[in-house]
């Protein structure tokens, strides 16, 4: 192998691979992100629902957040290794452990921000005779709001690092220029790969924080007053 | 290349015949050398991030430094992408002359590991009862024992949840070495993909699954017995 590095120069990024390769580092890039976008989206989907049931039924509460912390010990290795068997080298294998990791932060938050809203907010909306769902969705959500955008960059910046690992499975996103790289011994895509996947987390953590902020323009005026 | 001088693992094995086969855990490439492998890497970095960060984090929060550097780092820490980290290292090393293993990982795993020992350090010994460090000083403490032998004390069973947090994160990510030019734990899940062996795939994730969990279970016991006799004294009054 020494022998291969002393005839070709193999510099940490040759830069012409963004030309030549363009094409395929676009298309891990979005695969990437629609990975990110599945596995998040099922996991809020998912997190709502056990959220709803923790809040609505209080012993629930322990065994959801024990459930949502087991998943998250489970090594990621693992729980795509031991989904392969079932569902094949596919993007449900990977999408599946990604969701499962977001519970533990989206449920947290999610039922944290619903149970922060004081009650007499909730009085103030049933004096004004808004139905059970009006309430949920017109007084209880947008309150609860900051909590849920604040445990969604941590889901969404955690499910980025984590795609890259389902490249072992053939999937990840950017992940896979970093294996192929290795394999290769070339070093240009595993650079790429790992500093887009890293500016790729910071940058969908900035448009959720300025969608939060969008969202809750309250919150703002609030922190701006003295 | 090494792929054809690797033992010949006989296809799709039954899960657990392979993993209760005696043969399966000894010999060179056996689970109790890997199993070696990744507690060694993972000891390393845990009681250097331990060694490290404990004393840095107790004396900032000590003459309360860096206040505003603690929301930053809870945010970074979830972000850090382990396998992306070590994938950039690996070049480095190989420029550097040090080879593919295991300075990527250990390194990776070590930024993985800091965080959440320096947070909860940090936090516990901010969030010591101010009234006991004063009566310390009152009865004569020098600034050295009234970190070591009370803020220090009164924060170890937070700063023990730290380090166990980072010892169950470090050891559920290393198996990613194995895909990374390493070996360790992970290699069966890596192997039993590589040759479509199912069964080797799935004693694998058992494998890796099964030392995150006993980590986990490790630590709570020392976290049980740590505790400082004073403290959990304090600790039993309380919760009656």
Redesign the interface.
Known sequence: MNAVFAQAP?P?VRWEYFIDEWDQIQSALLEHLELTVYAVGLGLIASAGLSAIALRYRWALAPINGFTAFLY???????F??L??YFGLSRLTAVLPLAAYTLLILVTNIVAGFNAVSPEVREAADSMGMTPTRKVLQVELPLAMPYIIAGL??AV??T???V??A???GQGG??RL??D??RRAF?TP??I???L??LL??AL?GLILGVGRWLTPWAQRARRAP | MTLLAQAPVPRDVGVFEWLFDPASWTGSDGILVSLADTVILCSVVVVVATVTMVPLASWLAHTRRGEVSVSWMVTLSRAIPTFAVAGLLVPISLRIGWGFEPWPILIALLLLALPPIFLNTYTAIQQVDPGAVDAARAMGYSETSVLVRVELALATAVILAGVRVAAVTVVATEPIRAFLGGDGLGRYVRDGLGQNNDGLLIAGAILVAGLAGLTALVFRLIEGFALPEGVRRLATTATR
Request: aromatic share 2%.
């Open positions: 193999n940490i010990t489970i090594p990621s290795v693992a729980l290794g031991i392969v068997p960059r941590v910046v955690s980025v690092g984590i890259t690992v490249a072992i499975i950017l992940g970093i294996l790289g290795l070093w595993m650079t790969g790992a500093v996947s890293i987390a910071l953590d």
